[in-house]
């Protein structure tokens, strides 16, 4: 199991910029295919933006594309989130999700999670 940290959240105005990392606590987890996903209150948690252990796809969500980008370091053992262009409807607590198999854009039992961070958009 990968513990997972986030952090970066915060408030912002609209059209402004947050950066979210998600640090893993192993050194495998450079191997590992990450996801960000995202719940607002009263809403189901939905996919935002997933990358691949080598960094060579990307995915993103529609409502997001074009504004957010993932990333990864792995001496750091870092996931990132670049969020620009920040709309009221982004708020939301966001997590980190290892899954436990292929990456997917629903959540399944037996992923890991981090304990989320919330990001708070105002217009």
């Known amino acids: 199991q990968v513990q997972l940290v986030e952090s970066g959240g915060g408030s912002v105005q609209a059209g402004g910029s947050l950066r979210l990392s998600c640090a893993g606590s192993e050194r495998t987890f450079v191997r590992y295919n990450v996801a960000w996903f995202r719940q607002a209150p009263g809403k189901e948690r939905e996919f935002v933006a997933a990358?691949?252990?080598?960094?060579?796809?990307?995915y993103y969500a529609n409502s997001v594309k074009g504004r957010f980008s993932i990333g990864r370091d792995g001496a750091k053992n870092t996931v990132y989130l670049e969020m620009n262009s920040l709309k009221p409807e982004d708020t939301a607590v966001y997590y980190c999700n290892v899954p436990l198999g292929a990456l997917s854009t629903n959540p399944r039992p037996g992923d890991d999670w981090g304990q989320g961070t919330q990001v708070t958009v105002s217009s």
């Open positions: 990358i691949t252990w080598n960094s060579v796809f990307t």
